[in-house]
């Protein structure tokens, strides 16, 4: 569909412009007609690691308040403190300043960030005296700690010289400076501790508490430098708004409005303003602060916030492709999202949405129904026309769930929940981490919990941000302790990286569970040469598979033959199969490499075979295809048969990671941890998994999970999706409302209980 429709709608629109002629003749199609102009938004394109892109700047609602401070603003004495009249002059000191430029409120900008943070709000710092266990730790073992290389120890020993074997705590403060933070040395920042952790951090290592996050002292997390804060409207300054919530801004920008006291330019900026921030909250995203940043939003949040920007736009006559944008969405919130997609449409665009949701397949106006299932045996178009014929037709899998004649399946090791003393339990303690009110909540274990509630009711607040940095530190003391009782591979820290700062008394019941896996939507790999095969352990075991073939014996070929990082790549692309072609500044184009054909790989390694299979070959397969090709090799197929089983026998092995998914980077998670084959009593913590699940990968899950939980393993699945939770022994429901009018336990227990129980609002849908 993207492929396809975007790519040849930007293509032929940039064609018709006269830069793009030429450049790729490559078609995946016979013929095409009617295509416009088109615009995809989908999740994992729009996905941004950009610390310094945030709601507020892809709404431009920080740029608007920064002209509506710049303008409107009162500015305070920079001598006194005392307010300046509308001559800027101070009548307590005389002092006398200049309007400021919007510039100055902006954390982008180099006048207005504050210097402190760099227009972050807070910074890492590294916690020396956890890092040291004593004053005779030398600094030669604090590089060994941090696994420094002998390389660089080489370099240090000759920069330190005598101060090399000295304690780190009788270093000269200039030194110690220097080792921690660097130095600029022919203008590039020196190595330092800093670096170091800041690469490993990066990775995803967990630093245990060494290096973490600090809020700015100078600015208290404003962003804003100090000229910024001195102007304010009605009390606050633009940092203090930046933390706000958008629906909190707009009711203080609402109350701004009734003062009238802005000039006309102010009051039609502020309505401009309140227009978008009402747009914001009726697409369900009042509970998001501008500050907050893009790379932490979900995948439907990042939707739903360049829908508004498109609404707004009020452009007319394009293609817009959507992918999944009731994605993270509970049931009661869908319908606003669903009127935006339709106002898109009454401005006289086309909308095509690629949708799972039964909501959304219910109101299109024509529905193409793709399959019959996934990989190589989906790609025909099994149905197209409207909804009753859908539900008439027999061949579609995914009419036959919506009009009940395929339903999902029932939980072998379903029960019912008794809380008595016999019953293994973890218990968190007055929690107020973010917006949770003092919540006290347990969680069954041996069992399959879903935690619901609207977006930004708190249920991140209550599993990301307390549960799992409580569970994580606590099995690291396990360890620091040296507590033979619990085996160090019973522990996942692969996703971890820095432990949250918790605002919970204390976590009750971890000897019930011998180690916990974090399965998570955070991508498996930013890089485009990473793939689904290396991320699952089993690249390293088919390259030496390759190199063990005899003609690759002869030529003396190793593993790094068939890599195409390494000595096995196209000598011209590089081995990323394609040449980019840039159009401008920030415009490009990446066309095939015309030497490997996008294959990615050298002729020397192509040439080995492996059942007539060459190494591209292997990269191209889906995951069900090498299912049977690798099925003598139970080394390499175990993992694989995981990912079949729960539905993602479509991927191909050598697909690029930042092209999945938030769903899909999480079901691969999971089906590399049951891979490794654990000992029971693990705790599997999800979130949203069914991101991108037709109804029939949906039992497929449901299925997995039951086996879990069957092998005396406990779930926690984080979810908006009613199949999954109908299926739950006990659900934990948090609300009413996001934001500030979230963080509240309203209603847990079976989900029958949840039906019968009025302050449920999950509990309607069920």
Same mark, same amino acid.
């Given at each position: 569909?993207?492929?396809?429709?975007?790519?040849?709608? =930007?293509?032929?629109?940039?064609?018709?412009?006269?830069?793009?002629?030429?450049?790729?003749?490559?078609?995946?199609?016979d013929?095409?007609? %009617?295509?416009?102009?088109?615009?995809?938004? /989908?999740?994992?394109?729009?996905?941004?690691?950009?610390?310094?892109?945030?709601?507020?700047?892809?709404?431009?609602?920080?740029?608007?308040?920064?002209?509506?401070?710049?303008?409107? &603003?009162?500015?305070?004495?920079?001598?006194?403190?005392t307010?300046?009249?509308?001559?800027?002059?101070?009548?307590?000191?005389?002092?006398?300043?200049?309007? *400021?430029?919007?510039?100055?409120?902006?954390?982008?900008?180099?006048? &207005?960030?504050?210097?402190?943070?760099?227009?972050?709000?807070?910074?890492f710092?590294?916690?020396?005296?956890?890092?040291?266990?004593?004053?005779?730790?030398?600094? /030669?073992?604090?590089? $060994?700690?941090?696994?420094?290389?002998?390389?660089?120890?080489?370099?240090?020993?000759?920069?330190?010289?005598?101060?090399?074997?000295?304690?780190?705590?009788?270093?000269?403060?200039?030194?110690?400076?220097?080792?921690?933070?660097?130095?600029?040395? $022919?203008?590039?920042?020196?190595?330092?501790?800093?670096?170091?952790?800041?690469?490993?951090?990066?990775?995803?290592?967990?630093?245990?508490?060494?290096?973490?996050?600090?809020?700015?002292?100078d600015?208290?997390?404003?962003?804003? %430098?100090?000229?910024?804060?001195?102007?304010?409207?009605?009390?606050?300054?633009? &940092?203090?708004?930046?933390?706000?919530?958008?629906?909190?801004?707009?009711?203080?920008?609402?109350?701004l409005?009734?003062?009238?006291?802005?000039?006309?330019?102010?009051?039609?900026?502020?309505?401009?303003?309140?227009?978008?921030?009402?747009?914001?909250?009726?697409?369900?995203?009042?509970?998001?602060?501008?500050?907050?940043?893009?790379?932490?939003?979900?995948?439907?949040?990042?939707?739903?916030?360049?829908?508004?920007?498109?609404?707004?736009? /009020?452009?007319?006559?394009?293609?817009?492709?959507?992918?999944?944008?009731?994605?993270?969405?509970h049931?009661?919130?869908?319908?606003?999202?669903?009127?935006?997609? $339709?106002?898109?449409?009454?401005?006289?665009?086309?909308?095509?949405?690629?949708?799972h949701?039964?909501?959304?397949?219910?109101?299109?106006?024509?529905?193409?129904?793709?399959?019959?299932?996934?990989?190589?045996?989906?790609?025909?178009?099994?149905?197209?026309?409207?909804?009753?014929?859908?539900?008439?037709?027999?061949?579609?899998?995914?009419?036959?769930?919506?009009?009940?004649?395929?339903?999902?399946?029932?939980?072998?090791?379903?029960?019912?929940?008794i809380?008595?003393?016999?019953?293994?339990?973890?218990?968190?303690?007055?929690?107020?981490?973010?917006?949770?009110?003092?919540?006290?909540?347990?969680?069954?274990? =041996?069992?399959?919990? %879903?935690?619901a509630?609207?977006? &930004?009711?708190?249920?991140?607040?209550?599993?990301?941000?307390?549960?799992?940095?409580?569970?994580?530190?606590?099995?690291?003391?396990?360890?620091?302790?040296?507590?033979?009782?619990?085996?160090?591979?019973?522990?996942?820290?692969?996703?971890?990286?820095?432990?949250?700062?918790?605002?919970?008394?204390? *976590?009750?019941? +971890?000897?019930?569970?011998?180690?916990?896996?974090?399965?998570?939507?955070?991508?498996?790999?930013?890089?485009?040469?990473?793939?689904?095969?290396?991320?699952?352990?089993?690249w390293?075991?088919?390259?030496?598979?390759?190199?063990?073939?005899?003609?690759?014996?002869?030529?003396?070929?190793?593993?790094?033959?068939?890599?195409?990082?390494?000595?096995?790549?196209?000598?011209?692309?590089?081995?990323?199969g394609?040449?980019?072609?840039?159009?401008?500044?920030?415009?490009?184009?990446?066309?095939?490499?015309?030497?490997?054909?996008?294959?990615?790989?050298?002729?020397?390694a192509?040439?080995?075979?492996?059942? $007539?299979?060459?190494?591209h070959?292997?990269?191209? +397969?889906?995951?069900?295809?090498?299912?049977?090709?690798?099925?003598?090799?139970?080394?390499?197929?175990?993992?694989?048969?995981?990912?079949?089983?729960?539905?993602?026998?479509?991927?191909?092995?050598?697909?690029?990671?930042?092209?999945?998914?938030?769903?899909?980077?999480?079901?691969?998670?999971?089906?590399?941890?049951i891979?490794?084959?654990?000992?029971?009593?693990?705790?599997?913590?999800?979130?949203?998994?069914?991101?991108?699940?037709?109804?029939?990968?949906?039992?497929?899950?449901?299925?997995?999970?039951?086996?879990?939980?069957?092998?005396?393993?406990?779930?926690?699945?984080?979810?908006?999706?009613?199949?999954?939770?109908?299926?739950?022994?006990?659900?934990?429901? *948090?609300?009413?409302?996001?934001?500030?009018?979230?963080?509240y336990?309203?209603?847990?227990?079976?989900?029958?209980?949840?039906?019968?129980?009025?302050?449920?609002?999950?509990?309607?849908?069920?």
């Open positions: 569909m993207f492929d396809i429709i975007f790519e040849e709608g =930007r293509k032929q629109y940039l064609q018709s412009l006269g830069i793009f002629a030429g450049i790729d003749n490559e078609n995946k199609f013929s095409i007609q %009617g295509l416009g102009p088109a615009i995809a938004v /989908k999740q994992n394109i729009i996905r941004q690691s950009n610390p310094r892109s945030t709601v507020g700047s892809k709404t431009s609602i920080i740029n608007m308040l920064a002209l509506l401070y710049a303008g409107e &603003g009162q500015i305070i004495c920079s001598t006194c403190g307010p300046l009249d509308d001559n800027l002059i101070c009548a307590n000191c005389g002092n006398v300043e200049e309007r *400021l430029e919007p510039s100055y409120f902006s954390y982008n900008s180099s006048s &207005g960030m504050c210097m402190k943070c760099s227009g972050r709000g807070s910074y710092k590294i916690n020396i005296e956890k890092l040291i266990p004593d004053n005779d730790t030398t600094l /030669k073992q604090v590089f $060994n700690m941090v696994k420094v290389t002998p390389g660089y120890m080489k370099l240090l020993q000759k920069k330190f010289k005598e101060y090399f074997s000295m304690p780190f705590s009788q270093l000269p403060e200039d030194v110690k400076n220097e080792v921690v933070y660097g130095c600029y040395e $022919n203008g590039k920042r020196s190595y330092s501790l800093i670096r170091i952790f800041q690469r490993r951090y990066q990775k995803g290592e967990d630093l245990n508490g060494i290096y973490t996050m600090t809020t700015c002292s600015c208290h997390g404003s962003r804003v %430098g100090e000229e910024a804060r001195r102007v304010l409207l009605s009390g606050k300054h633009i &940092g203090e708004l930046g933390k706000m919530t958008i629906s909190e801004i707009h009711k203080f920008l609402e109350g409005l009734k003062q009238a006291i802005l000039t006309q330019f102010g009051e039609n900026l502020l309505k401009d303003i309140l227009v978008k921030t009402k747009h914001l909250i009726k697409s369900r995203l009042g509970h998001l602060s501008l500050y907050r940043e893009m790379s932490t939003l979900s995948g439907g949040e990042i939707q739903r916030l360049f829908l508004n920007a498109h609404l707004d736009s /009020k452009m007319d006559s394009l293609i817009y492709v959507l992918d999944e944008p009731t994605a993270g969405l049931e009661s919130e869908k319908s606003d999202i669903l009127k935006s997609i $339709n106002k898109l449409k009454e401005l006289g665009n086309t909308v095509i949405v690629v949708e949701d039964k909501n959304t397949i219910k109101m299109a106006e024509h529905i193409i129904d793709i399959g019959p299932k996934a990989g190589i045996r989906g790609g025909q178009v099994i149905y197209q026309g409207d909804l009753e014929g859908l539900l008439q037709c027999k061949e579609t899998i995914t009419g036959q769930y919506l009009s009940g004649k395929l339903t999902m399946p029932s939980r072998t090791t379903h029960q019912s929940i809380y008595d003393e016999e019953r293994p339990r973890i218990v968190i303690r007055n929690a107020n981490t973010n917006n949770l009110k003092d919540v006290t909540v347990s969680f069954p274990l =041996r069992a399959m919990v %879903g935690i509630g609207k977006s &930004g009711s708190g249920k991140s607040s209550l599993i990301a941000d307390t549960l799992l940095p409580l569970i994580k530190s606590y099995f690291n003391n396990q360890l620091d302790n040296d507590r033979t009782d619990i085996e160090e591979n019973e522990i996942d820290n692969e996703d971890e990286s820095v432990v949250e700062e918790t605002v919970a008394d204390r *976590l009750e019941g +971890m000897e019930y569970i011998s180690g916990y896996a974090e399965i998570s939507q955070a991508p498996i790999g930013r890089n485009m040469n990473s793939n689904p095969v290396s991320y699952i352990g089993i390293d075991k088919i390259r030496i598979l390759f190199a063990h073939q005899l003609e690759a014996i002869e030529q003396k070929f190793t593993a790094g033959h068939f890599s195409f990082n390494s000595k096995g790549a196209c000598s011209k692309c590089g081995g990323s394609y040449e980019k072609i840039w159009l401008a500044s920030n415009l490009s184009i990446d066309k095939t490499c015309s030497e490997c054909h996008g294959k990615r790989f050298n002729d020397e192509l040439s080995i075979k492996y059942k $007539n299979k060459n190494i070959d292997i990269l191209e +397969m889906s995951v069900s295809e090498a299912v049977g090709f690798f099925e003598d090799n139970i080394s390499i197929v175990s993992t694989l048969k995981v990912l079949e089983q729960i539905g993602m026998g479509y991927i191909k092995l050598g697909q690029p990671t930042p092209t999945l998914s938030g769903g899909e980077s999480q079901r691969i998670k999971l089906a590399k941890e891979g490794k084959r654990r000992k029971g009593n693990i705790l599997y913590v999800l979130d949203e998994p069914t991101t991108g699940l037709s109804l029939h990968d949906t039992a497929k899950l449901i299925k997995l999970l039951d086996e879990l939980i069957a092998k005396g393993n406990s779930v926690i699945v984080v979810e908006h999706d009613t199949e999954v939770l109908k299926t739950c022994d006990w659900i934990i429901e *948090l609300g009413p409302e996001g934001g500030e009018k979230g963080g336990i309203i209603a847990e227990g079976s989900p029958g209980t949840l039906k019968k129980n009025s302050k449920s609002i999950t509990g309607r849908y069920l």
